[in-house]
């Protein structure tokens, strides 16, 4: 893929994108769109992204095609439920039709020095979500901040047989950056094991996904980016996508979560 052209990179973003809607607000009509919208007269996003109480009808819309697979949160956006709830949460998702678990880590307890609240929620949910059910583990890395955290979070995910590990909840300050995309990738490349990466939040233009795109290909593999190893996570890069794709000329300013 020459990522330097801007139609071929945002060919690419599209199929690599979890179209998301976490608003608080979102409604049951907000819902219905998106599973319309992630069909394009270009391709079709890799997935959607959207709160539990919504995957039954998504399911529904999209029946038995599993083309767009349906992706949904759980430990969401805080991280602060216990690992008994979150299995619950997680196998309400799966009966309702996800494919695909988007997990937040217990990442404040993380913070705080205890390692073995990750493995033991990340080892939990990884159980039940029995393939072909993905799961991605959500370090909200703009929280950790620090360097060797979000290393040391990747590892612990990873460990756990995280099918992706996915930088934020899009729901803090600081969301993907492309120095926790660095720190994460290289732990996957150094795990030698078949791992996906997931920036979310913050990527707002096909340039903005380009720079994601770019980096994977050097710590990993030139072409290594495909739906089963990389998501981008955003609502608002579709628009861009569709504007270059149509022959317009890509926006420089991201547009957000």
């Known amino acids: 893929m020459e990522l330097q052209r801007p139609r071929e990179a945002a060919a690419l973003t599209l199929s690599l994108l979890d179209l ?3 608003k608080e607000d979102c409604t049951p009509e907000q819902i219905a769109a998106l599973c319309q919208r992630a069909h394009t007269e270009y391709g079709n996003t890799a997935a959607i992204c959207i709160w539990p109480r919504f995957v039954a009808q998504a399911r529904a819309a999209f029946g038995k095609d599993h083309a767009i697979r349906i992706a949904t ?8 439920l216990d690992v008994a709830t979150v299995v619950a949460e997680t196998e309400a998702a799966i009966r309702d039709g996800a ?3 988007d997990l937040v880590i217990p990442y404040r307890k993380f913070i705080a020095g205890d390692e073995s609240a990750v493995s033991e929620m990340v080892a939990a949910v990884r159980k039940v979500c029995v393939a072909p059910v993905l799961l991605k583990v959500i370090l909200e890395t703009g929280e950790l901040k ?5 290393r040391r979070a990747s ?3 990873i460990a756990e047989g995280a099918d992706f590990i996915k ?3 899009g729901k803090v300050a600081v969301n993907a950056t492309l120095e926790a995309a660095d720190i994460m990738l290289q732990a996957i490349r150094d795990s030698r094991q078949k791992v996906g990466f997931k920036p979310a939040g913050g990527i707002g233009t096909v340039e903005d996904a380009t720079l994601y795109l770019r980096l994977a290909e050097t710590i990993m593999a030139p072409n290594w980016a495909m739906p089963s190893t990389f998501r981008f996570g955003a609502s608002g890069v ?3 996508v569709l504007n270059v794709l149509a022959g317009g000329e890509p926006a420089k ?5």
Not at 73 to 80: A, I, K, L
């Open 253 to 257: 300013a991201a547009s957000g979560y």
């Open 20 to 22: 998301t809607n976490l």
């Open 155 to 157: 590892e612990l995910a």
């Open 99 to 101: 494919d695909e678990i």
């Open 146 to 150: 620090d360097k060797a955290l979000i």
């Open 238 to 240: 579709l628009d861009d």
């Open 167 to 169: 930088t934020s909840t």
């Open 73 to 80: 949160v759980v430990n969401f956006p805080s991280g602060d």
